[in-house]
């Protein structure tokens, strides 16, 4: 099976076929659809660039992505940062729930039943060889409308590597996301959040945008599940990104904190999302 056609079964699972249908094979804009399943719609008209980020805390003008065709074609413009980005802007009390380092089997199934249980969609920084050992997972990330960025291959420092193996560990993970999820990462996340100008560079060329995070729940130290949920709570507030992590260690903490904080944010009129980048 094609990858392009990987791509549209799975979309197609969750978008239903309806827009989905026309945008088959092309650059599209990728939309919320209604009841927040993520569709394809018709690429947009030429015209002049469109902010379609609401990102803040940048002085960096967001260009839409150009000449993203068909997989394996890398986005053009996306512009190279000196900072990453580290909230999202936007109407109302929205946040954004990330997970770092997996999939782990262990761990990321169990999130991924509170988000579905909660209908929300969140962002996982999955490392390439984790995916490359469970791909189900990220076609299950796929199928449910989450977003997958990339966090790298094998989670090393990168301010201590070349500019040659900065890109041989996120474009091999671009690629393995593309075969497992079913197209190309448009966010990436340095590991540890050390980022330098070669990641920065090497990401923009590969068409993604570098997301940090407002709060880290610093979930990895396990301090307790009723300390995450602390955290999250007495962290939250509109444009926040939520830092965790589904793998790295024992996550079992962090897989009951979600359980209880997303329901109590859900109810205190968080509009728990993703941000998305329109194709030109
Ligand atoms: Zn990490």
Same mark, same amino acid.
């Given at each position: ?7 549209? =079964? ?29 569709? =394809? ?9 469109? %902010? ?15 000449? %993203? !065709? ?10 190279? *940062? ?7 802007? !936007?109407?109302? *009390? ?6 770092? @380092? ?8 169990? /999130? ?6 909660? @209908? ?19 076609? &299950?990330?796929?199928?449910?409308? %989450? ?12 301010? &201590?590597?070349?500019?040659? =193996? ?10 393995? /996301?593309? @075969? ?9 996340? $340095?590991?540890? !959040? ?24 610093? @979930?990895?130290? +396990?301090?307790? +599940? ?18 965790? %992590?589904? $793998? ?10 979600? &359980? ?21």
């Amino acid at each position: 099976m094609q990858k392009d056609q990987l791509f549209t =079964r799975r979309r197609m699972l969750v978008a239903g076929a309806t827009a989905a249908a026309g945008a088959v094979g092309t650059a599209g804009l990728f939309v919320w659809g209604t009841g927040g399943q993520p569709v =394809r719609g018709p690429a947009p008209a030429a015209g002049p660039p469109v %902010h379609s980020v609401p990102m803040e805390a940048s002085a960096y003008r967001l260009h839409p992505l150009a000449g %993203h !065709g068909p997989h394996g074609a890398v986005p053009a413009r996306t512009p190279v *940062r000196r900072r990453p980005l580290l909230r999202i802007s !936007g109407r109302g *009390r929205t946040m954004v729930l990330t997970f770092d @380092d997996g999939p782990d089997p262990r761990y990321t199934p169990a /999130i991924l039943d509170t988000l579905a249980e909660y @209908d929300v969609r969140a962002m996982f920084f999955v490392c390439g060889e984790m995916a490359a050992s469970y791909p189900h997972l990220l076609a &299950r990330m796929a199928d449910a409308g %989450h977003v997958v960025g990339n966090h790298t291959w094998s989670h090393p420092l990168l301010t &201590r590597l070349t500019r040659r =193996r900065i890109r041989s560990e996120m474009s091999r993970t671009s690629d393995v /996301i593309e @075969d497992t999820y079913g197209e190309r990462p448009r966010w990436f996340r $340095a590991p540890y !959040g050390a980022w330098n100008r070669a990641a920065f560079q090497v990401g923009a060329e590969l068409g993604m945008e570098p997301l940090a995070w407002t709060l880290d729940s610093l @979930d990895w130290t +396990t301090p307790g +599940t009723r300390t995450i949920v602390d955290r999250v709570e007495k962290g939250a507030g509109p444009g926040v990104v939520v830092l965790s %992590h589904d $793998a790295g260690g024992d996550r079992s903490q962090s897989v009951w904190a979600l &359980r209880e904080y997303l329901p109590r944010l859900l109810d205190s009129g968080y509009h728990i999302s993703v941000p998305y980048r329109r194709y030109a």
